[in-house]
């Protein structure tokens, strides 16, 4: 099956992007989903989600990394295998916890989490998601707050939150809020909602005082509803739409540009023979968070089905023109043995 062609015109910034390494894979690392924030220490800090770490540092369905220094010679260690989340492949009720979007906020750590089926549990083969909620750490992911009993956001709508990185410790946001992207599925989804919350009450983990993105008013300013959870089946706006090819994903302010990008992949053909052998990966850039989007890049075979890019800030060099991607894939093993683990690959954007 070709790559299926995006909704979204072509950038008339971005041009694409041009490699400039070979994906360099750290030794022993084990595990997929690698989102990264840069926090107030000038660490990296990453979550994985079915991981046995570092050495098999861990058994964790999600667990917190460091990364420390530059590519390539960057060290990533486990900080927390978060035991409270079950050990790899645990079942909490129906089905498992994963780790989402992970930012830092004047020193505090945020993570999201939601419950995630299985790849195999539907006969779609896309891996639902739901029941979503906010945890923070105050020292650096050693302790956590306790694990909701209720969820903040109940149902698939906005269960894969990822918060929109601005920068060390968020010190480069755009405005006094913070912002989350999520859908209701990790793979080949629909839509993307847009979330945001006050940077002086994020630390209180209450939905109540989120708000979510209602489309754009008559002068083109974006519009708010608070967050209540029986409104959300009325009132979902997408910031992002490219139906069947969606997937779970965070997004990066570039400074050197002046704009967001937003890191797709999806696999190609979940209908045939191989269903996990190829993925694809698309690049989008937008002047907001909530768009308009333009189409910057389509890489037709990513890596060896590499999935759920991130792209950490502390990694740009000349404000982003050149940065490196995070990435992990081919957990089905269709591809290689070794692609199920941390890896970083440099690029740059031609614009």
């Known amino acids: 099956m070709d790559v299926p062609t995006s909704p979204y015109p072509r950038s008339e910034l971005i041009k694409g992007i041009r490699w400039l390494t070979e994906p360099i894979l750290y030794p022993n690392s084990h595990g997929d989903a690698w989102s990264c924030t840069w926090a107030d220490d000038d660490h990296l800090y990453s979550t994985a989600d079915d991981c046995t770490g570092i050495d098999n540092s861990n058994s964790s369905n999600l667990a917190l990394f460091r990364v ?90 906005f269960s894969t939150p990822f918060f929109v990185q601005f920068g060390k410790n968020c010190e480069g946001a755009m405005d006094d809020y913070i912002y989350a992207a999520g859908g209701a599925s990790w793979n080949n989804g629909n839509y993307l909602t847009l979330g945001r919350v006050p940077r002086k009450l994020i630390g209180n983990l209450q939905a109540g005082e989120w708000e979510m993105f209602d489309g754009l008013d008559a002068r083109g300013n974006p519009k708010w509803w608070l967050y209540q959870p029986f409104r959300a089946a009325r009132n979902e706006c997408p910031i992002f739409k490219f139906r069947g090819f969606t997937s779970m994903t965070g997004m990066h302010y570039v400074p050197a540009i002046n ?93």
């Not at 083969?125 to 909701?148: E, F, M, N, V």
């Not at 060896?304 to 992990?328: H, I, T």
């Not at 957990?331 to 440099?346: E, I, L, P, Q, S």
């Open 259 to 351: 704009r967001f990008l937003l890191p797709e992949w999806a696999y190609v053909d979940l209908d045939c023979d191989d269903p996990w052998r190829q993925t694809f990966f698309h690049l989008y850039e937008a002047p907001k968070p909530w768009g308009p989007w333009s189409l910057a890049h389509v890489e037709e075979d990513f890596g060896n089905a590499w999935y759920n890019p991130s792209l950490p800030a502390k990694w740009f060099e000349d404000g982003g023109r050149q940065m490196w991607m995070v990435c992990g894939g081919d957990f089905a093993g269709r591809r290689t043995k070794v692609d199920y683990a941390f890896f970083a690959r440099k690029f740059e954007l031609v614009l």
């Open 68 to 157: 420390e220094g530059m590519p390539p010679s960057h060290k990533v260690c486990l900080v927390n295998p978060m035991d409270a989340y079950g050990g790899w492949g645990y079942h909490d009720r129906n089905d498992s916890w994963k780790a989402n979007g992970l930012i830092c906020v004047d020193g505090v750590l945020y993570m999201s989490v939601s419950q995630h089926s299985g790849a195999f549990e539907y006969g779609d083969l896309i891996q639902r998601t739901y029941d979503a909620s906010i945890i923070k750490s105050t020292d650096h992911g050693k302790t956590w707050s306790c694990k909701h009993r209720d969820p903040m956001f109940p149902s698939p709508r």
